[in-house]
């Protein structure tokens, strides 16, 4: 038995791609095991508030003296850790909007990276070390090595950054882009390809759902699950 923590963000609820792909990846996680466990988190539909004190990016013991964060954002904070720390596998939706990550996104990993809490501190082990952090990130455009917007997805490398450095986590990455193809003149030429990803996104989706489905529960071995290659 192992559980799912399925964080979507896509301000679109009819056509997203990453909420196709990740409701792909939770069907199969569901069916790989019995007793498996999908915590679904609409980011969008029932978004946080913004991290209401800077004193809860600390852990209550390295806050400064006086620090008041204030007790429904405490309970809020604890309720979010308690979530992500309770998940042996965390699937996140990123579509990008204006090269970064939507605000509903960032709000909740504001809350969550709390040093000495889920990354390490001087006072502190890494919880979270090793557990899979599996990214979804959906792209209006072409990011491909050589075009203009070569470097210019900056949701995904901050993401990566925060889950995986920071937090310990073994991030991986399925990506798409090309997802306005049909809609904007200048990328029409690309919209075959487009499909082609988004087609290829929804195999590999379910594969690796199916895969980390069947993996025990992490937290009952003691350790996390092979680690993915880079998709
Ligand atoms: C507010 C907003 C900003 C966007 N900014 C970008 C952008 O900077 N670059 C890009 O390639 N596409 C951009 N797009 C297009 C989305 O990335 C694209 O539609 C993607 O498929 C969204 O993910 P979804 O299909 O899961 O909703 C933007 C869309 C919205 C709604």
């Given at each position: 038995?192992?559980t ?16 196709s792909?990740?409701a ?11 007793g ?27 806050r ?14 604890q ?7 309770g ?8 579509p990008?909007y204006?090269?970064?990550?939507p ?5 909740w990993l504001?809350h969550?990276?709390?040093p ?11 919880p ?14 072409n990011?491909?090595a ?19 450095e920071?937090?310990?986590m ?5 990506a798409i ?9 200048g990328?029409?030429?690309q ?12 195999r ?11 993996a ?9 699950p092979?680690?993915?290659p880079?998709?």
């Amino acid at each position: 038995m192992s559980t799912l923590l399925h964080l979507d963000s896509s301000a679109d609820r009819t056509m997203s791609r990453s909420r196709s792909i990740t409701a792909a990846f939770a069907s199969a996680f569901s069916a790989a095991g019995p007793g498996n466990v999908v915590v679904h988190r609409d980011l969008h539909a029932d978004p946080l508030p913004h991290l209401p004190d800077a004193s809860l990016h600390w852990a209550a013991g390295l806050r400064r003296p006086g620090a008041e964060p204030g007790q429904a954002a405490e309970a809020l904070q604890q309720r979010l850790v308690a979530e992500l720390l309770g998940a042996d596998v965390l699937l996140v939706g990123v579509p990008l909007y204006n090269y970064s990550l939507p605000s509903s996104l960032k709000a909740w990993l504001d809350h969550v990276h709390v040093p000495g809490l889920t990354a390490p501190s001087a006072v502190s082990a890494a919880p979270l070390t090793g557990r899979p952090a599996v990214l979804v990130t959906s792209r209006g455009g072409n990011y491909d090595a050589g075009t203009v917007n070569e470097g210019r997805d900056h949701a995904t490398p901050v993401l990566e950054l925060v889950l995986g450095e920071e937090m310990g986590m073994a991030v991986s990455v399925i990506a798409i882009g090309l997802t306005l193809a049909s809609a904007v003149p200048g990328l029409a030429a690309q919209a075959a390809r487009g499909e082609r990803e988004y087609a290829e996104s929804l195999r590999l989706a379910r594969e690796l759902g199916e895969r980390f489905g069947s993996a025990s529960s992490s937290r009952q071995r003691g350790a996390g699950p092979e680690p993915l290659p880079r998709t």
